[in-house]
Every structure is written in structure tokens, then in C-alpha cells.
């Protein structure tokens, strides 16, 4: 038998007959059984009847490329079985219309039937489909079948909605137009770096395979520090070359991405990033400059600890001038506040959010800020133990507060110091100071839990970033706030006033989580935030990447810049972790003290397990 669909393009207003949803092959549909001859019918030509037949049946649809004159076309096909009743008979076709919801198109399709026999040729149901549906990607198309005469109620009506999936899509991304937006395109991307001693310049070659339908390309460069692009034209050429030249200080860090923005003829402004990262950066300047470098390093180091130490032993003559200057608007301080800021050094870009929250803390909240990284010249005299033990002494005799900001590292850190594996990140490796945690939180976690009271220590953590299952199982009696949406309680708490009064509610302007943006200095840490947000979405497995094997440790080592001697200093993060997860099974003694100049720092071995 031959079939015959009834075809009415159904165009919405101002749609014109070049509509992009169409059919490719109408009369191909034509030769499936059970179905009379073809001619074009209005689907506004519809009967109704009071006996309605029995609805059709949904069969799963399909996606994937046709092609016609036009070449290769993203496409569906509908199909949908008939009812084994005795209904069947009764039925003069099938009507379906298919709606582009994001474009308003549409178009109606009439199938009449010729069938004699309740079932096919097979003994089966009667299944008819509708193939080589144009469609266009990410699009969602709302399509309904029902069967002729059509009934006053639409309960006989099947109604589902279709996404097509983007160009990635393995199903239509050989289609003409993914190709033409990128679909296919593998650059294959090579990246190189060598150094002229002479000049002393270091040079990042970036290497990628051009694209068919691509003549432009940028290309970018960027870290922590800055960010660089060239424009560059594909010609006649089948691959490309890139090649960025920076002086030995510009990379302190060898930590960069590099990225190629195309423009292909579709997508334009808008198509796909490809990205590629270099982690390790073997070329450094020669030993010479590197010891030269330090030397005026730790020659500047000192004579900042001469003023610093000055400036300590001079009382407290400006501090009301000072706070005054500094006090966030809306709220008046009777005296400025300081907070010891503890935090772990689980990635570049958190350590980067870690100082731009000091940096909003000093400017917009005129707090004082005591962080490790902006205390060096003192920190390397007095070594870690003896600095982070002089300034909880300092806030246990005062109304200043210690703060700790929980990551992954923190957690990961306490789990080892309660027996877990231990943890080696890569920016503690890269510190002078080395794992300041560590040591802090053996020091501190005995004091919070034999305290009267808890308001010296706030528990805090970047929500975007973070989550409350990096908080150590200690500090869980404690408050724990979400940075930046609880920001303002938890300034209340440094100031030792309470937010909600009896018959009012105090406020701080410019702290809530809506607007501390709009300084100059919460603008920066929101974009830190953001940066670091995004970098988790792009590599999910950060963390694991961050922390280093033993066979890692030693590879880092010769690449890190030499830091100046502190043999008087405690021992690195490394020995710490060890000295604490050994302490319960390698010495008789019921406490140890770790080695070296800082032997107040002790660990109960009995006693700091239960903490775990």
C-alpha cells in the first residue's frame, strides 16, 4: 500500500514559507503501509465528532543528521502506534504539529490512512513516523499527535516536548552548521618555553592546528599576576604559532593558562574556549641572581623588623586617631579590633582570596589584620611556634578574636593529625613559612576546648568555594559562619556586639552580601572569589591536584627558590604532621616536644587524640 500525508505548514505571524523548521523528504513518508495517496491539505480543516476514536501511542523519537540539497541538517523523526481496538478501522489519519518554542515556528502534518485489517501486514500494531524533521540545536520543540476525526476532548491527544542537544552532541555534531560553529575541531595544542640567558628572557610558544571555517584566532595568556593576547590570522596556513616573551621576574610562579578564543562563522564572538594549562616551569634564572635576590631580600626583611619592632614598643598614642579613620560606616567603634586570620594554603587562587578578605577587613572595616603572610620579617625571627603562640597570648589578654577559615585543606590537615593520610599541598611546599595550620591547630585546639567561654574563636568559610564539612570536628560546637552571605554577623562578633537588640536590629552599611562589592577592595575579593569558583567548576579534582606524593615533594624541591637560613625556625609542615600522628606509638613519655629552639610546643598524646 502507499501513504499519503497531508502537509500544512501551519506559519505563524510573519513566518514566511522559508521557515527553517521543515520537513526534507515529504514524499519519501509517502510509502509506508497503510497509508493513501498524497495531496496537501489545511490543517484548520478539521472534524469533529462526538465518538471519538482511541489515541494514539508514543514510540521514542530519534535525533540525529540528514541530508539534503542543502547538505547535512539536524533532524528528528516522530513516531507513534495506533491502538489494537476496534477503533482502528474507524480512523482517517493522524494529525501532527510540531512548535518551535524558542523561534514561534511551526508546522501541521496530515496523515490519512487506507487501512482494511486491524493489524499490519506483521500482526502487529499500525506504526507510521514522520522523518527528517529540520531542527536546530539547544531548540525545544513541543510536538502533539492525535488521531483523525479528531475528538472534542483533547485526553486523546499525546503531547511531548523534544530538546535538541548543542553541537557537542555526538548525534548531530556533524551536521553543516556544527561544523561551521566548531564541532569538530581538535587543535591539538603543543606548548613549548625556553630561555635566552643572555637577554635574560624567557619565551611561551603556543602551537594549534587551524580550523576550515576559523580565519582569526586570539590567543591568551594569563596568571595571577597578568594577562596577555594576541590577535593572529590563519591565511593560507594549516597550523599556527604563538609566542609570548617575559623577563625572568614577570613569572614568579610558573603557573599559567593558556587559551585560544576562535571565530568561526556562526557562533562569531561567542564559540568555544580551548584551554590548556602549565603547571611546572623548569627554566628560573641562573643560582647566582637567585642568591643575590635573597640576600636583598632578607637584608629589606630586616629593617622592616627594626620598624615593626619600633612601632610596637610605641604605645598606643595614635590608636584612637587611627580607628577613628578607619571605622565603617554607619557604626562608630569604641577601639579598634585585631583578628588573627588562620587559614590553609590549598591553592593560589584561595590563598589570593584569603589576602583580598584582609584587604577588606583593614579598608572597609578598619580592623587590624595579623596574617603570617604580612608578618614575614617577624615570623622568620621568632620561628612559627613561638609567633603564632606570642600572638594567641596577646588576644587571650585582650578582646581581639582568632579566625578560621575552613577549606578542604583544613579538614584534610586535622583528619591527618587524627591519623589519616597525610597531606602535602603544593603551596605549603612553595611558602617560606611552610604549613602554618598545622602547627596552629595544635596549638590552639587545647586552649579552645578548655575555654570558659568561645568568643575568641570564629569559624568562618567561603560558601561559593567551601562548605561546612571543611569545618574540624572541634570547632563544630562553635558558630559557623558563610562568607560573604553572614559577613556582617560575624564583623558584629569581632566587635562584641550584638546584632539584634531588644526593640531594634543594628546595621553596618556597605557589609551585606548585596553590596560590600561596591568598594574597591570588596569588589576585589568578590572577584577573587569568582575566580577561584570558576576554576573549581573547570577542574573538579583541584584538590587532588594541589596535593603532592612524597615522589613529588623531591621533584619540587629543586625548582623553588632558595629562602634564607632560619635553622632556629620550626621544622616544616612535613616533620609537624609527623611528629603528631607518631606521637601516641613512638615515645613512652605521655607528651612530646617537637625539636629544635620551639620546645614549648607540646602534644599530649592521649590527650589530643580524644580531640579527634
Known amino acids: 500500500m502507499s501513504h499519503l500525508p497531508f502537509f500544512c505548514f501551519c506559519l505563524t505571524a510573519g513566518l514566511t514559507a ?49 541530508t539534503d540539497e542543502r547538505g547535512s541538517v539536524p533532524s528528528m523523526n516522530v513516531t507513534w502506534s495506533l491502538e489494537l481496538d476496534g477503533g482502528v478501522l474507524d480512523m482517517s489519519g493522524s494529525e501532527i504539529n510540531i512548535w518551535d518554542e524558542k523561534s514561534n515556528q511551526s508546522v501541521c502534518v496530515q496523515f490519512s490512512f487506507n487501512i482494511t485489517e486491524q493489524n499490519n501486514q506483521n500482526h ?10 529540520v531542527v536546530e540545536p539547544e531548540h525545544t520543540y513541543a ?33 553543516q552548521m556544527c561544523v561551521e560553529n566548531g564541532s569538530l575541531w581538535k587543535p591539538h595544542m603543543t606548548k613549548a618555553m625556553y630561555m635566552d640567558e643572555e637577554k635574560k628572557k624567557l619565551f611561551v610558544v603556543l602551537g594549534f592546528e587551524a580550523a576550515e571555517y576559523s580565519e582569526r584566532y586570539q590567543v591568551s595568556i594569563q596568571s595571577q599576576t597578568f594577562h596577555y593576547s594576541h590577535n ?42 580551548h584551554e590548556t594549562t602549565i603547571k611546572e616551569c623548569p627554566y628560573y634564572p641562573q643560582r647566582t641572581v637567585i642568591i643575590k635576590a635573597s640576600v636583598g631580600l632578607f637584608v629589606i626583611e630586616l629593617f622592616f623588623f627594626y620598624f615593626l619592632w619600633r612601632a610596637c614598643h610605641k604605645g598606643s598614642l595614635n590608636t584612637s586617631s587611627s580607628a577613628a579613620r578607619h571605622q565603617p560606616e554607619g557604626f562608630q567603634m569604641q577601639e579598634r579590633k585585631r583578628v588573627l586570620v588562620l587559614y590553609s594554603l590549598d591553592h593560589p587562587l584561595y590563598k589570593n582570596i584569603v589576602l583580598k578578605l584582609c584587604g577588606f577587613l583593614a579598608a572597609k572595616c578598619g580592623t587590624e589584620v595579623v596574617l603570617d603572610l604580612l608578618d614575614s620579617a617577624r615570623l622568620g625571627a621568632l620561628g612559627r611556634i613561638q609567633w603564632l603562640d606570642w600572638h594567641r597570648e596577646q588576644i587571650e589578654n585582650s578582646s581581639n578574636k582568632i579566625l578560621l577559615l575552613c577549606s578542604r585543606g583544613v579538614q584534610a590537615k586535622w583528619r591527618a593529625m587524627c591519623g589519616d593520610k597525610q597531606v602535602i599541598l603544593r603551596e605549603d611546599v612553595h611558602s617560606p613559612a611552610g604549613d602554618m595550620l598545622t602547627p596552629a591547630l595544635c596549638l590552639l585546639v587545647p586552649h579552645f576546648i578548655r575555654s570558659a567561654s568561645y568568643e575568641k574563636y570564629l569559624v568562618a568559610y567561603f560558601d561559593n568555594v567551601c562548605s561546612e564539612e571543611d569545618v574540624p570536628s572541634p570547632f563544630n560546637i ?35 552580601e548585596d553590596v560590600y562589592h561596591q568598594c574597591p577592595s570588596g569588589r576585589a575579593l568578590q572577584d577573587a572569589i569568582e575566580a577561584f569558583h570558576a576554576h573549581q567548576l573547570e577542574h573538579p579534582h583541584w584538590f587532588e591536584e594541589e596535593s603532592l606524593e612524597s ?52 602534644c599530649s598524646s592521649a590527650e589530643f587524640r580524644s580531640y579527634c
Open 18 to 66: 522559508s521557515s527553517f523548521l521543515r520537513i526534507l523528504n515529504p514524499h519519501q513518508d509517502c510509502r509506508q503501509p497503510g497509508l493513501a495517496n498524497c495531496k496537501i491539505n489545511n490543517c484548520s480543516d478539521k472534524h469533529k465528532v462526538s465518538q471519538a476514536p482511541s489515541g494514539p501511542i508514543w514510540n521514542p523519537e530519534h535525533v540525529g543528521v540528514m
Open 124 to 133: 502487529m500494531r499500525w506504526k507510521f513516523s514522520l522523518d527528517g524533521v
Open 143 to 175: 510536538v502533539s499527535v492525535v488521531n483523525l476525526p479528531e475528538p472534542k476532548s483533547s485526553d486523546l491527544t499525546i503531547r511531548k516536548k523534544i530538546f535538541i542537544p548543542g553541537c557537542g552532541d555526538s548525534r548531530i555534531q556533524t551536521a
Open 232 to 273: 593572529v590570522s590563519k591565511g593560507n596556513r594549516t597550523s599556527l604559532n604563538v609566542t609570548f616573551v617575559f623577563g625572568f621576574w614577570q613569572l614568579p610562579k610558573c603557573d599559567m593558562l593558556l587559551s585560544i578564543q576562535p571565530f568561526f562563522i556562526r557562533c562569531k564572538n561567542n564559540c568555544q574556549r
Open 478 to 512: 562553635a558558630v559557623r559562619y558563610k562568607l560573604m552571605k553572614q559577613f556582617e554577623e560575624l564583623f558584629f562578633r569581632i566587635l562584641d556586639t550584638e546584632k539584634h537588640e531588644p526593640g531594634r536590629m543594628n546595621h553596618i552599611e556597605g557589609l551585606s
Open 551 to 602: 615522589s613529588e615533594l623531591q621533584a619540587d624541591e629543586p625548582h623553588m627558590t632558595k629562602q634564607p637560613d632560619r635553622s632556629h625556625s620550626v621544622p616544616d609542615s612535613t616533620q609537624v604532621i609527623s611528629h603528631v600522628t607518631t606521637c601516641d606509638t613512638d615515645f613512652t613519655a605521655d607528651r612530646m616536644a617537637l625539636k629544635g629552639p620551639e620546645q614549648l610546643f607540646m
